[in-house]
């Protein structure tokens, strides 16, 4: 069974950075592709950014490109958010998601991924 599991959120200030960390758990971590998406209140879930398997291909919101960074480390079984600049409007549960496995290429959708984290909360004040 996979399990992931978020941690690093927070209440920051507009302008700091935050790291979020999602840990994978239950099985090795195989072959596929990892995404980050995030709902606001009384918003839909949003993609936020996703990164393949290998080569480590990555593509992300227009929202949050240039700010936002996803890498992984496939020897730790951990995937990574990096937040730098944040804005209020940033404000959201932010969620880790993967893949089934082999699917290696990222997705913008999340109906690609079949697993999912319990969230973690970002803040960020103005």
């Known amino acids: 069974q996979v399990q992931l599991v978020e941690s690093g959120g927070g209440l920051v200030q507009a302008g700091d950075s935050l790291r979020l960390s999602c840990a994978a758990s239950?099985?090795?971590?195989?072959?596929?592709?990892m995404g980050w998406f995030r709902q606001a209140p009384g918003k839909e879930r949003e993609f936020v950014a996703t990164?393949?398997?290998?080569?480590?291909?990555?593509n992300y919101a227009d929202s949050v490109k240039g700010r936002f960074i996803i890498s992984r480390d496939n020897a730790k079984n951990t995937l990574y958010l990096q937040m730098n600049s944040l804005k209020p409007e940033d404000t959201a549960v932010y969620y880790c998601?993967?893949?089934?496995?082999?699917?290696?290429?990222?997705?913008?959708?999340?109906?690609?991924?079949?697993?999912w984290g319990q969230g973690t909360q970002v803040t960020v004040s103005s």
């Open positions: 990164i393949s398997w290998s080569i480590g291909s990555t």
């Open positions: 239950g099985r090795t971590f195989r072959k596929s592709a």
């Open positions: 998601a993967e893949r089934a496995n082999l699917d290696v290429g990222g997705s913008r959708y999340s109906y690609d991924y079949p697993y």
